[in-house]
């Protein structure tokens, strides 16, 4: 689905979907085509369920979004923090 049809369908919603084509540019993530895992009425619901499927593969690409946003803005950042070795 694209940006357009989720917010047609879940209107007023926060939706946790999985990124299934996404391109970088310009420090920016543009994603063309995703999929709707879920909808929630409270955001802290979607994190949980963020963070359960996160857990459980952190190689997917899953983002949280407020059907509110005509447009999804997504800043790439490096991340800065600090990694164990194992």
């Known amino acids: 689905m694209n940006w357009a ?4 369908k879940y209107p007023d919603r926060w939706v946790l979907v999985e990124a299934l084509s996404a391109k970088s ?8 085509e995703m999929s ?3 909808d929630y009425d409270e955001t802290k619901d979607a994190w949980n369920a963020y963070k359960e499927h996160h857990l459980a593969d ?4 899953y983002y949280i979004f407020h ?3 005509e447009v999804l803005e ?3 950042q490096p991340f800065t923090g600090v990694r164990s070795r194992p």
């Open 25 to 32: 540019q310009d420090r920016k993530r543009y994603i063309e």
């Open 5 to 8: 049809s989720i917010r047609e």
């Open 36 to 38: 709707v895992l879920s």
């Open 58 to 61: 952190p190689s997917r690409e």
């Open 74 to 76: 997504v800043l790439e």
């Open 67 to 69: 059907t509110s946003n």
